[in-house]
């Protein structure tokens, strides 16, 4: 089953510039992943301060490892004390496509 989690993040003033290029480089390492389907980190046009990281990887287990890996744990500990508020990760259940094979 496919897994799929929306990250809200909202940065303080004045962070956004380290908070891009730390996420940028977690992307870029992401992307790499064994089971990593997509991994998209988008800036709202209405707030320069909020961004939506869109993963998807191919199983649960593919999650969980991306949560493991030196990149990851390197970003969040960088970016935890850029943020305005805590990230929040939300779970979705993808309808379309459905399988990681569509992707």
């Known amino acids: 089953m496919v897994v799929v989690t929306a990250v809200h993040v909202r940065v303080l003033d004045g962070d956004v510039e380290a908070f891009v290029e730390a996420t940028l480089e977690n992307h870029r390492h992401s992307v790499k992943e064994p089971g990593n389907l997509r991994f998209d980190v988008l800036a709202s046009v209405q707030n320069p301060n ?16 991306h949560k493991q890996t030196a990149h990851y744990a390197r970003w969040r500990d960088t970016v935890a004390p850029l943020m305005a508020a805590p990230r929040v990760g ?8 459905a399988e990681a094979a569509d992707w």
């Open 90 to 97: 939300v779970p979705y259940r993808p309808l379309a496509p």
């Open 50 to 65: 909020e961004f939506l990281l869109y993963e998807v990887y191919a199983t649960q287990a593919d999650a969980d490892a």
